[in-house]
């Protein structure tokens, strides 16, 4: 079975500053997609960025990039001029390419300091 | 317009009641889902509907039931609620048949916070 790591529990940035958010997954796939999920203290779950494995170029959604290391099976999130909107869980998720679920991390809580 | 709706938002009942909660999505895809969020944030997928077949149940007791009437709503009934059901119920929908890079993204309604008193 699959299963995603986010080992930072938690982490802080001050505003205007970059963060990355770590995720590993473990799978024996080879066609699978990775997501970055933010969920608000509203607790909607928001997609903020998604990625094919298939593809080697990182994906990008304005400030939000990501760093694919298939090989490393890791998929970091990188946030740039981190704004106060920011702060949330971020989740990490894996789904496979012939499955339809979704596998989650435990999420990274990020604050972001002003 | 909200793509994946569900209601109530908020729901406090007592240990043995049945409750619903239901799920509408204007997005014209023909998958939905039921995850459970528990109490330290973990997410794990429940049950997926496809074109109203059911095609994914996780372990899930028994008192937990989908219904599916058409593509577009998945309702969730738990009969003799307990305790540890309190959470946040959270609905999803995607398009998986066509081969689109999107159809593989799963969009999430706004949950449902169900506490068990």
């Known amino acids: 079975a699959q299963t995603v790591t986010q080992s930072q529990p938690e982490m802080s940035v001050q505003e205007a500053e970059t963060v990355t958010l770590s995720c590993t997954y473990d799978?024996?796939?080879?066609?699978?997609?990775l997501f970055w999920y933010k969920q608000p203290p509203s607790r909607q779950m928001i997609l903020v960025i998604r990625q094919e494995a298939y593809k080697q170029q990182n994906a990008t959604e304005n400030r939000f990039s990501v760093n694919f290391q298939k090989a490393a099976k890791s998929f970091s999130l990188k946030i740039s001029d981190s704004q106060l909107g920011d702060a949330a869980m971020y989740f990490c998720a894996y789904r496979s390419g012939g499955a339809q679920k979704l596998v989650f991390g435990q999420g990274t809580r990020l604050t972001i300091n002003p | 317009d909200t793509a994946v709706s569900q209601t109530p938002k908020y729901l406090v009942t007592q240990m043995g009641n049945d409750k619903s909660i239901k799920c509408e999505q204007n997005?014209?895809?023909?998958?939905m889902y039921w995850y459970k969020q528990d109490s330290k944030k973990f997410l794990k997928i429940m049950f997926s509907y496809n074109n109203k077949e059911l095609i994914i149940n996780e372990t899930v007791p028994n008192r937990f039931s989908p219904k599916s009437p058409d593509k577009a709503h998945l309702n969730l009934h738990i009969n003799s609620l307990e305790l540890g059901d309190s959470a946040v119920y959270f609905c999803?929908?995607?398009?998986?048949?066509?081969?689109?890079?999107?159809?593989?993204?799963?969009?999430f309604g706004e949950g449902s916070w169900l506490t068990v008193v």
């Open positions: 997005l014209g895809h023909d998958t």
């Open positions: 999803a929908s995607s398009q998986v048949t066509g081969k689109s890079f999107s159809g593989n993204t799963i969009y």
């Open positions: 799978t024996s796939e080879s066609d699978y997609y």
